[in-house]
């Protein structure tokens, strides 16, 4: 069974103050880990999808890294609208969906 | 471009009741899946469909239904509505199977 673990579960920033995710899984062959971004009561909104060991994706002050058996999410000097939670998932060789973690709930403060 | 649209965005039911949720995808995608997310969780798949047929079950009751149509548009049908099926319903879209998914924004059923 697939599993996704996040963490930490909460995280509280200075705007500025750089810091990481964690995304550590299980799979029984991995196609594809994604990170998604979630504002409250909204739908997941995608970041990147990652697919082998060593790749690494970046898009404004985020940067995403994925190893055999986590990926990081860093946040560069974030600003308060970065505040969100991230959601981090997998899709494996053997299932037809997307299983998720629970979340990092990111606040940056001004 | 349209993203994946759901409506209603908002329902309030009773328990017993029977809901129908329905979910727009991105145009040219094929593939529709289904996620219940409840508060402080992430989502859980629910369903799979891929050129109207049903590719994937999770692990939910069989209170639970759905269905994809020609246009590739898809209802989630849920019967006897319990308080524990409160929850954010969001639908995915994918160019293929397995690839690619992008959500809306979720209809948000509260089950009084």
């Known amino acids: 069974e697939d599993q996704v673990t996040q963490s930490p579960e909460a995280l509280r920033l200075q705007e500025g103050e750089s810091s990481s995710l964690n995304c550590s899984y299980t799979v029984s062959g991995l196609r594809g880990l994604f990170w998604y971004r979630q504002d409250p009561g909204k739908g997941p909104e995608f970041l990147f999808t990652l697919y082998s060991a060593g790749e690494e994706k970046e898009k404004e002050r985020l940067k995403a890294t994925l190893t055999k058996k986590e990926s990081f999410l860093h946040i560069t000097a974030p600003k308060p609208e970065d505040s969100a939670t991230y959601l981090c998932a997998v899709l494996s060789g053997s299932a037809r969906q997307l299983t998720f973690g629970s979340g990092t709930q990111l606040t940056v403060l001004p | ?112």
């Open chain 2, 1 to 112: 471009d349209a993203g994946v649209t759901q409506s209603p965005t908002h329902l309030i039911k009773t328990r017993g009741q029977h809901v129908t949720l329905r979910c727009s995808p991105i145009s040219g995608h094929k593939s529709v899946s289904w996620y219940q997310q409840v508060l402080g969780q992430g989502p859980q798949f629910i369903f799979q469909y891929y050129e109207k047929e049903e590719r994937g079950r999770g692990n939910f009751p069989d209170r639970f239904s759905a269905r994809q149509f020609p246009n590739y548009s898809s209802e989630l049908n849920v019967n006897a509505l319990l308080l524990g099926d409160s929850a954010l319903y969001l639908c995915a879209s994918s160019l293929v199977q397995d690839y690619g998914y992008t959500f809306g924004s979720g209809t948000r059923l509260t089950v009084v």
